[in-house]
């Protein structure tokens, strides 16, 4: 795997990966342990939707069924268990 190829469909990963900003960190930091949770299981979800919309996109001839099933095999549609 080439590791400083731009990121495509195929999965390759990034140039580089960002990092949070100083400022951000301390913000989250404030944050309670229930609203960091709020936030990771937002970020997920709005993840799998835009996972949903690329396949959609990809394959127009997919039922949703089939969508939602692709996505979820993927293996980033599970929910993290808490």
Do not use: T, Y
């Not at 404030?30 to 996972?51: C, H, N, Q, T, Y």
């Amino acid at each position: 795997m080439n590791l400083n190829a731009s990121p495509n469909v195929g999965g390759v990963l990034p140039d580089k990966i960002e990092m949070i900003d100083d400022r951000m960190a301390e913000v989250l930091r404030r944050k309670s342990p229930l609203d960091r949770l709020r936030i990771g299981f937002s970020l997920w979800e709005s993840a799998r939707a835009v996972m949903g919309a690329h396949l959609k996109k990809l394959n127009p001839e997919w039922s949703e069924a089939e969508i939602q099933r692709e996505n979820r095999d993927s293996g980033a549609a599970e929910k993290p268990h808490v």
